[in-house]
């Protein structure tokens, strides 16, 4: 069968079928509807899974929850990656546990351990691209690094993506200089602290925030009312 009907094909895997649709059909940075996907393929089980599959393997693919324009059925395919339809490709190993990532995140909290954004807020420079938060290596696999959880830290997705060379970067780098020089000498030593420590450290203030946020939101009311009572 020819390379143009693959998605037409149900002899192939969801994953493909899928991936040869919205390569061909959808087009990179271009918005799409699922609905309209799940139309075009039909009888595919757990679409939503069969295109976090995808990510895996360098496909950026944007909800309503990344991008604040997106109505809450719509996706925008913001890069392609690997061809995962054609012949010899080959998936690579599964990733780390449900388990696994629930660890990581209450042993450091929800915030990322690289720019230090807190998962759930928006972007201070794409305020409409909220921070879905993920875990990354300290260590990559291809230099060695393991899944153990001394080698595992939370990130959020961006700083996730550029780690892995998924995406390039959404920063004006011509402004983000300007605005650097526009600091004061203090301010200027402090990043520089950062970017050759290779992370932003949380203040101990910040590290109590990153506890309350965990709280149920009885137990976030009583502790704002102890606070409150203190000032």
């Given at each position: 069968m020819s390379d143009d009907v693959i998605w037409k094909n149900q002899s192939y895997g969801a994953a493909k079928r899928v991936?040869?649709?919205l390569s061909n059909e959808v087009g990179q940075g271009q918005t799409f509807d699922v609905n309209t996907l799940r139309e075009r393929?039909?009888?595919?089980?757990?679409l939503d899974r069969r295109m976090r599959d995808l990510r895996k393997v360098g496909w950026v693919i944007r909800s309503y929850k990344d991008v604040g324009h997106l109505k809450p059925n719509e996706l925008f395919l913001e890069e392609i990656g690997e061809h995962v339809w054609e012949d010899g490709f080959k998936w690579p190993e599964q990733g780390l546990s449900a388990k696994t990532r629930r660890q990581v995140f209450e042993r450091d909290g929800s915030r990322c351990f690289v720019c230090g954004i807190e998962f759930g807020s928006p972007y201070p420079h794409l305020p409409n691209t909220v921070a879905r938060g993920t875990v990354g290596h300290i260590v990559a696999r291809e230099?060695?690094?393991g899944d153990d959880l001394e080698n595992l830290r939370p990130?959020?997705?961006l700083c996730?993506?550029?780690?892995?060379?998924?995406?390039?970067?959404?920063?004006d780098v011509g402004l983000l200089e300007?605005?650097?020089?526009q600091l004061k000498r203090e301010e200027k030593k402090e990043l520089m602290k950062w970017m050759l420590a290779k992370r932003r450290p949380f203040t101990d203030t910040e590290a109590l925030w990153m506890e309350y946020q965990q709280l149920p939101t009885s137990r976030k009311e009583a502790v704002q009312a102890e606070l409150f009572q203190q000032i």
């Open positions: 991936a040869h649709y393929i039909p009888g595919v089980t757990q230099r060695g690094g990130e959020c997705h996730n993506e550029q780690s892995q060379n998924l995406t390039g970067s959404p920063v300007r605005k650097i020089r």
